[in-house]
């Protein structure tokens, strides 16, 4: 998650570049502000504001803010609306810049019998016909969902744009950043939604057919146009896609949690939703030409993951077919970095029932950056050509993706895009290509985006087509014990050189123990590549030559071991070797996100000063050799990932994960002193527990079956450093335990402000609880006991190492998750084998952690 948080901030940076790139200009008094309703904190639209004691005033838009611009004098601001008393509040701050929130309070208003009063001193779910309207939708839901079917076809058009809200040009600007980027003038548009000007400055838009079948069941959709510009268009285009979709999901009502910027909200028809939302019948409606009841719902507490909204269902429908959708975040959620987000969806009926969606529109403003005008984002969406026949080709369902990419989608031309485009497109939006052109031609938009590609990535480049890239930019300075200070350099090809041979490497010098590392390695994928050979999916050979220090209960899957800020230690780090490693490996994955490596593996361990390799006879060996063969099979289905130059990182961690590994080196086999006979399997899952947050669940074990040197059996992984690292003990020392079996578990229980939110003074900060618990059980059988067999190597005596008991190893933490919105600190507590020599029994520890 860490490197997903990384690839967050970076856009932000991207995007913040540009917002401090340009200034503002204006000396007249701006108000500013928002009208909401008392109760829901829910905005309202079309309110009329008026700065009383002058004659300036406006309409509140969609989203119930207001921008009044004036040069007169005024005292307060006014601010009425259909439906609720006329309110006036008193300005008390003098500037150029005034915000002036206003919340009316609702008349009450009459729907045949029922006289919704929203005091909320009076509100109970028992015997309220609100409570049971939505209950009746709830339950009839099933009689229109177009999924009842055995096949549901229709055809997609989806459009993402990204834009600089409330976007000011200075144009007297002689100097400077306006000055500068004096031509983006020409491409300011006017938001559809709130009459602000914007600058867009990213576009996405994807066409494709979405196929359903019921048995076996099945849902594919096949993408025939993908285009993508403006300022992301430097990052992968699949993946950014793939994280754009996981963000702003499309929302479905019906489901208990609506999974959106990566969170689980509470649905309105949940089945605790009576007991986490209110609900108000508030009026009768006309939406289009279907005369419709209005549900109106809001959270209990507006902290809480949940939306304000209205459901619409026309009067007399049996069937509680609801016609229009529409959603909102309360004001006061705790949900970073979005200021205000609103979704409305339209539906048709079919002449059987279904419920057919025709449009998905969502809108969001969000601030990144402290006093900057902030982000607007629009994902739109129309749906048509809604059908119930078999798909017009059943053998996509066999392929492993949910989404399917026609050959040339990413590559499509402005003309297939003007005849296909299913919604009328700005022409500020369509010219986000130009611009980006023009901006690309600005020294310092230029190089700020090199710097960004290169942070993403962790190469360089070292042309415009490169055939070699430089890095990774993370490990070319480094410090520990052994090496003292640690230069490193390398890089690798790329496919411009060859689409199918790959090469990559780098060179190391340790300034303390005056030693160099390297490793090479050459790889041949059997499928062409685009840019680098860790592409999904991969099917390769690769040889790799490596020689370099092995951390022994140290290894972690997070980082690399020479990552910079793993350089600041709690204590020294000592536990190392030298180890030569020369291995060939097969590499098999597929579109099911099913993975097969084999490999075979010449490894010789180097003893250090601290490390040693003397046997119970006395004998002190400079290294001992150990030939093995290796399978491991992974299995993360649906996984979703962002592809990265050295690997990946997981988008989101709703997929569970499933490894299983087994070495095998015969004894003699090539000279091999001794036996290694090792099988390890895992298992991650992310528990989501609805409105009480989520469990990220990982649990491991492993046996070693041979008789073996300390260096090939099953160390705890121990962390050094102060940073957070999810698969390694904070409170162990390396090497404190060693077992030839074991059994471990991670849980982190995210509670995401249950507690916190219910703080009134705190829930302000919208700070996040944090609880882990962690542990692991191992034992050390005889025959791998140096003192009761000779011929092994006796524990380095630097380590204290212990043998583990009955009891477990355990440590727990308590953490504040969203300090200043990128940080998580944990105060960690060691439970058991506390005293053991050296033993670390309490501390804190940090990460970052970007979330919303």
Request: include cysteine; glycine fraction near 6%.
């Amino acid at each position: 998650m860490t490197k997903l948080c990384a690839l967050m901030r970076i856009i932000i940076f991207c995007v913040s570049v540009i917002l401090i790139s340009f200034s503002a200009s204006g000396r007249n008094v701006t108000v500013r502000g928002v009208v909401r309703d008392s109760l829901t904190r829910e905005p309202i639209p079309y309110a009329s504001v008026l700065l009383k004691g002058t004659d300036r005033g406006v309409l509140t838009d969609d989203n119930g803010r207001y921008t009044i611009v004036t040069t007169l004098p005024f005292d307060s601001v006014m601010a009425s609306s259909l439906g609720y008393t006329t309110k006036a509040v008193a300005s008390r701050k003098r500037g150029d810049n005034v915000q002036v929130d206003i919340d009316l309070v609702s008349t009450g208003v009459l729907l045949g019998e029922v006289i919704a009063k929203p005091k909320r001193e009076h509100y109970s779910k028992k015997n309220n016909p609100a409570v049971a309207f939505m209950e009746k939708i709830r339950h009839t839901q099933d009689l229109n969902d177009p999924r009842r079917h055995d096949n549901y076809n229709y055809n997609k058009y989806e459009r993402i744009t990204l834009a600089l809200n409330d976007y000011q040009f200075n144009d007297s600007a002689k100097r400077g950043f306006d000055k500068m980027f004096s031509f983006v003038k020409e491409y300011i548009d006017t938001s559809e939604v709130s009459g602000k000007p914007i600058l867009n400055v990213a576009l996405r838009e994807k066409l494709s057919s979405v196929h359903y079948r019921k048995e076996p069941k099945g849902e594919k959709e096949f993408v025939t146009g993908l285009r993508s510009s403006g300022i992301d268009e430097m990052l992968d285009k699949q993946s950014m896609q793939t994280f754009y979709e996981d963000v702003l999901r499309e929302v479905d009502v019906y489901d208990n949690d609506i999974v959106l910027m990566q969170t689980r909200f509470v649905s309105p028809l949940s089945r605790i939703a009576p007991d986490f939302y209110k609900f108000y019948l508030t009026d009768t409606v006309f939406v289009d030409t279907t005369r419709c009841v209005e549900l109106t719902f809001v959270p209990r507490n507006p902290s809480t993951m949940g939306f304000t909204g209205r459901f619409y269902v026309p009067v007399g429908d049996t069937t509680m077919f609801i016609k229009r959708i529409v959603l909102r975040v309360p004001h006061d959620i705790n949900l970073n970095f979005i200021n205000g987000l609103v979704i409305s969806q339209d539906y048709e009926k079919a002449p059987d029932g279904s419920r057919l969606k025709t449009k998905d529109d969502m809108i969001l403003e969000a601030s990144v950056v402290p006093g900057s005008g902030g982000l607007y984002g629009r994902r739109q969406t129309v749906y048509d050509s809604h059908n119930f026949d078999p798909a017009p080709d059943a053998s996509i369902f066999k392929r492993g993706v949910a989404q399917i990419y026609a050959p040339g989608a990413e590559y499509r031309g402005q003309d297939f895009w003007d005849e296909n485009r299913k919604a009328e497109i700005a022409q500020g939006v369509n010219g986000i290509e130009k611009m980006m052109e023009r901006m690309r031609q600005v020294p310092l938009f230029y190089w700020t985006e090199k710097v960004v590609k290169v942070l993403v990535s962790g190469y360089v480049p070292t042309a415009k087509k490169s055939y070699f890239d430089i890095g990774p930019m993370t490990s070319l300075v480094s410090y520990n014990s052994v090496e003292g200070l640690r230069l490193r350099a390398g890089g690798m090809t790329t496919a411009n050189l060859s689409r199918r041979w790959f090469a990559r490497g780098y060179g190391a010098y340790g300034f303390r123990d005056h030693k160099w590392k390297y490793k090479a390695e050459l790889e041949y994928s059997f499928r062409d590549k685009n840019y680098h050979s860790r592409e999904f999916p991969i099917h390769s050979l690769r040889a790799t030559q490596l020689y370099d220090l092995d951390r022994l209960g140290q290894i972690s899957s997070v980082h690399n071991a020479d990552n910079f800020f793993l350089s600041v230690s709690r204590l020294p780090d000592r536990q190392m070797t030298y180890h030569r490693v020369s291995k060939l490996e097969y590499i098999l994955e597929t579109e099911q996100h099913f993975s097969l490596e084999a490999r075979i593996q010449q490894e010789r361990q180097y003893s250090t000063p601290f490390m040693t390799f003397v046997n119970g006879y006395g004998e002190n060996f400079r290294h001992y050799t150990m030939n093995s063969f290796r399978l491991q099979l992974r299995y993360a289905p649906g996984e979703k990932f962002y592809q990265l130059t050295t690997g990946r990182t997981r988008i989101n961690f709703d997929a569970p994960e499933m490894v299983i590994s087994h070495t095998y080196a015969p004894k003699g086999f090539m000279g091999n002193p001794f036996a290694l006979n090792v099988t390890e399997a895992s298992f991650f899952k992310r528990i989501w527990l609805s409105a009480f947050g989520y469990v990220d669940m990982t649990l491991k074990g492993g046996h070693v079956w041979s008789r073996t040197p300390y260096p090939g059996l099953l160390i705890p992984g121990a962390n050094l450093s102060y940073l957070i690292i999810p698969d390694l003990f904070s409170c162990m020392n390396p090497m404190e335990f060693i077992n030839d079996s074991y059994a471990q578990w991670d849980l982190t229980y995210w509670a995401n402000g249950l507690i916190l939110n219910y703080i009134p003074i705190i829930k302000r900060l919208k700070l996040r609880e944090a609880f882990m618990f962690k542990g692991v059980w191992g034992h050390l059988s005889d025959r791998n006991k140096p003192w009761l067999n000779p011929d092994l190597y006796g524990f380095p005596e630097i380590n204290n190492t212990q043998l583990m008991s009955d009891t477990p190893y355990m440590e727990v933490g308590v953490g504040l998750d969203n300090l200043l919105k990128v940080f998580r600190v944990d105060y960690t507590w060691r439970l058991t084998y506390r005293d053991n020599p050296g033993a670390c029994k309490q501390g804190l520890r940090f990460t970052f952690h970007f979330s919303f």
